[in-house]
C-alpha cells in the first residue's frame, strides 16, 4: 500500500480464518462510513480509532451512532502474517482515508483512495479466498472414504 508492503505472507494462514475476518470486514462497509472523523488527518483518525480500541479513550463514541463500534474501521486480516500492523478505513461515501502503523514504529501512514478501488480490491480477495477454501474443502472430501 503506498509503496509499502504490509505482511509476511508466509504459509500457516489458516484459508477459514482469513476467509471469516474478511467477510466481516466487507459487511461492515457502511459502519466505516464518517464525515466528522473522514475529515481528521491521518494521526488523528488513527489515534482516535485506536484509542478506544486499545484504552480508554471513548472519543469515538461521541461521533459515531450508537450501534457502531471503532473496531468497525479496522480493514486488517487478522492473521499472523499480518499481527505487525494496525489498519484502518474512513470513508466519506466516495473516497477512503486508509491509516495504517506498524508495531513498535511511531510513523502513522494514510492513502486516499477511491471508494469503489477498496471495495472491489476486499470483494476480489474474498471471492479469491472462497475460490481457494472451497478448492481446499473439495480435495479433502475427495480424500475422505
Known amino acids: 500500500m503506498n509503496g509499502c508492503v504490509l505482511g509476511e505472507f508466509k ?3 489458516s484459508l477459514r480464518d482469513a476467509w471469516s475476518i ?22 488523528t483518525i488513527f489515534s482516535i480509532i485506536n484509542d478506544a480500541i486499545y484504552s480508554n479513550d471513548f472519543r469515538i463514541y461521541n461521533i459515531i451512532e450508537e450501534k457502531k463500534f471503532a473496531a468497525d474501521f479496522s480493514v486488517l486480516i487478522n492473521v499472523k502474517s499480518m499481527l505487525d500492523w494496525t489498519i484502518y478505513c474512513v470513508s466519506d461515501g466516495n ?26 480490491t476486499l470483494n476480489d480477495t474474498f471471492l479469491y479466498l472462497d475460490f481457494l477454501y472451497n478448492s481446499e474443502l473439495s480435495k479433502n472430501q475427495k480424500n475422505i472414504p
Do not use: A, F, S, T
Open 22 to 43: 474478511l467477510l466481516d470486514i466487507i459487511q461492515k462497509k457502511k459502519n466505516r462510513i464518517n464525515l466528522e472523523i473522514y475529515e481528521m488527518d491521518y494521526e
Open 95 to 120: 473516497m477512503n482515508k486508509l491509516v495504517y502503523k506498524k508495531h513498535n514504529c511511531h510513523k502513522v501512514h494514510g492513502v486516499l483512495m477511491p471508494d469503489n478501488l477498496v471495495e472491489k
Open 11 to 13: 504459509g500457516g494462514v
